[in-house]
């Protein structure tokens, strides 16, 4: 166990539909990172959070957006989703921006 | 540019040593690390080594770094059927925009008992 959790595990939705994932770092992780792991496309570095405020942006879509909040936990809000999105959404948290990282369970979404 | 390549697969026996192999392409790269990723789990950091070193070793693990070549190996002593998944190297950069961590594809090591 890292210590890193995300919610939900599994999620189904529709074409159009908008989720939620939410992601709670390890005690004393600043920094939050999320990352889509598909078949096609591997694991890609979406976004980067350090203490509230974004550090490094990735292959993010215009229709995916971030956020950490100040209890230092962050959400992935995923919206007009589409078949395509369906993959494995993982979080991970370091210390610093630049420690190693520890990455929670994922959730993975189907899109149908 | 950024990408990490690994070889797609690898297939061993029980109690011999496993080499996974990695190039990346960020010269300016601090850390190099390797992640396990069994089926239907999440990523498991399994170690890690810092720019400045040539190898680290870890119980069973050894990392090899050949930074000139932009290399990076990951040597398992006495592979056992639990090492079976997937293996990713990944880079860091040195700070700002590039603290993100950058991952190869992913090699597939399967372990015949």
């Known amino acids: 166990d890292s210590g890193v959790t995300q919610t939900p595990k599994h999620l189904i939705t529709a074409t159009g539909q908008r989720v939620t994932l939410r992601c709670s770092p390890r005690s004393g992780d600043l920094s939050v990172y999320w990352y889509q792991q598909s078949l096609d496309q591997g694991l890609q570095f979406l976004i980067q959070y350090y203490n509230g405020e974004e550090r490094a942006k990735g292959n993010i879509l215009e229709r995916f957006s971030a956020q950490q909040f100040p209890d230092l936990h962050s959400e992935l809000n995923l919206s007009s989703l589409e078949l395509g999105d369906s993959a494995l959404y993982f979080c991970?948290?370091?210390?610093?921006?630049?420690?190693?990282?520890?990455f929670g369970q994922g959730t993975r979404l189907t899109v149908v | 540019g950024e990408d990490v390549e690994q070889s797609l697969f690898l297939s061993v026996r029980e109690g011999d040593s496993s080499v996974i192999n990695c190039t990346y392409t960020?010269?300016?790269?601090?850390?190099l690390y390797w992640y396990k990723q069994e089926p239907g789990a999440g990523l498991q950091l399994l170690t890690y080594?810092?720019?400045?070193?040539d190898m680290k070793q870890d119980q069973r693990l050894t990392v090899l770094l050949n930074k000139k070549d932009k290399h990076l190996s990951l040597r398992i002593a006495d592979t056992q059927t639990g090492d079976s998944a997937i293996y990713f190297c990944a880079e860091r950069g040195q700070g700002g925009a590039t603290n993100k961590l950058i991952f190869g594809t992913g090699t597939l090591l399967a372990v015949q008992p």
């Open positions: 960020d010269s300016s790269s601090t850390y």
């Open positions: 991970a948290s370091s210390i610093q921006p630049d420690t190693e990282a520890f």
């Open positions: 080594i810092f720019s400045n070193m």
